[in-house]
């Protein structure tokens, strides 16, 4: 379980002053799907940096999977974030000149696999999302929706236990978004979290439960589906 109590978190300048978060309490349960979902600068985005460890709150607790993370040092947290979470943006943010295979190694190349084992686990992520015959390919060659893909292969190939995604299918015609949003949907009901980040409405009603934030606090809880 991914649980939240009480976060707070606010960004200064000199001349500025942010809440992004204020107060917001929250559970996700292992293996459960959630969307986000509110306008722009209401946190949505401060929250997935906080579940995925990218950002540490100024007051507040996190406990992630039963550890508290909240005074976890940067070692520790870069270590826990590469072993136990994977993320999907809406920009993929694949490297240029390494091929689809090499894309989805990366995830893989600081946990001190053996090559034979990495390469075995890149085959699977990428025949599971539907992309095994475009391995050799770069990212410029592939279409929107194929570059999609490959962001979810690399994103599941170490295994997390949690993925989070950030307007996946924001740059996506209608098809290539369901289709992703059906692999997110699979990854869960296979026992990842999801957590997903998003505008959309027919996204978020695949999703079982979505969470509405506003300036920064949680306003509303839907249970969409069991």
Do not use: W
Not at 49 to 73: A, C, H, K, Q, W
Not at 125 to 137: N, P, Q, T
């Amino acid at each position: 379980m991914l649980k939240l109590e009480q976060i707070g978190k606010v960004y200064r300048t000199t001349e500025v002053e942010t809440q992004a978060l204020d107060d917001v309490s929250l559970a996700i349960d292992a293996g459960e799907f959630v969307a986000v979902m509110g306008p722009s600068g209401c946190g949505k985005s401060t929250l997935l940096n906080i579940l995925g460890l990218l950002d540490s709150p100024n007051s507040g607790r996190y406990t992630f999977f039963g550890e508290d993370v909240t005074s976890r040092s940067e070692a520790e947290l870069t270590a826990l974030r590469r072993d136990s979470i994977g993320f999907v943006f809406q920009s993929f943010n694949l490297i240029d000149d390494l091929s689809v295979e090499e894309n989805v190694e990366v995830a893989l190349l600081y946990r001190g696999l053996a090559a034979r084992e990495r390469r075995e686990r890149v085959a699977t992520a990428l025949e599971r999302v539907g992309i095994s015959h475009r391995a050799r390919h770069l990212p410029q060659q592939l279409s929107g929706g194929q570059q999609q893909r490959v962001a979810v292969a690399r994103a599941l190939v170490s295994g997390p236990r949690v993925i989070l995604a950030d307007e996946p299918t924001g740059n996506l015609d209608s098809a290539n978004g369901n289709a992703v949003m059906d692999m997110l949907i699979d990854v869960a009901k296979a026992g990842t979290t999801v957590v997903m980040v998003t505008h959309s409405l027919t996204c978020a009603a695949l999703a079982q439960r979505t969470i509405k934030l506003l300036d920064g606090r949680v306003v509303s809880e839907t249970q969409l589906a069991a």
